[in-house]
């Protein structure tokens, strides 16, 4: 990778350990919102009594520890940028008695195993954060076995993600935040029709398949939505610690407005959008 690439890998580091304790604390939320995608992509990948799975971006721990409960004799290594996200996970994995895993702290582009070493590799929602996407599936194709399968997803449109637009539409309609770079790393960087299709071809994937999938974040009121926002994702907090008291305060107004409206009953369960992928070497 090249220094500016460098850069932005340092910088994402640095955010997911510090909002690895907003991770920790809505774990359990955002596990149950995540996971209609996480069982998707386990069925595409269909582990099998022996495999080892190396799961890419894994965060505190999932779908790879559900993975490694699926296992017989086989393991999953976690592997993520954040050491404070996998120590998360590694508690995680305690908890629930999973002893089939490892953790390991690496970069997605430059992973530290021989080639052709895992029968199946996983990644839930980090395509659209690696600084060079391409480089990160070739990485991951490298590591894969001939015949392995390849499973991902990414985020679908805005239109489709109304638990990111509520708030971030809002912040945007009231502050001067500077727009993203072209293929720069964003939520939706990944939601351009073909893009990742092409990205997995190039990097030497077969059989490649897509398949929608929704999900359900069930906040269940506006504060928990909004404590849940301005805890756990990075450019919200980032936007907000530029704002004054009042911009704040009116930024909240409409958001909690924005989703009145929308939930007139009161019960926040908001709609989401993905895009599973599965492939093989």
Known sequence: MDQELELIRDQQKEVWNKFSSGWKKWDELMMDFLKPVGDEMIRQLDPKGNDTVLDIASGTGEPGLTIASLLDSGKVILTDLS??????????????????IETLVCDVCELPFEDNTFNAVSCRFGFMFFPDM?????????????????VTSVWDVPEKNFWVTAIMGTINRNMDVPALPPGAPGMFRCAKSDLMSDIFREAGLTNILEKA???????QTADVYWNLMTEVAAPVVAALSKAD?????????????????????????????????????
Not at 83 to 100: S, T
């Open 83 to 100: 050491e404070d996200m996998l120590k998360i996970a590694a508690e995680n994995a305690a908890d629930r008695g999973i002893k089939n």
């Open 134 to 150: 391409l480089l990160a599936a070739k990485e991951m194709v490298r590591v894969l076995k001939p015949g392995g399968r390849f």
């Open 213 to 219: 999938v929704s999900g359900k974040m069930n906040c």
């Open 245 to 281: 008291a009042a911009m704040k305060d009116k930024i909240k107004a409409e958001v909690y407005e924005a989703l009145n409206q929308k939930f007139p009953d009161g019960n926040v369960v908001i709609d989401s959008g993905a895009i599973v992928f599965c492939a093989v070497k």
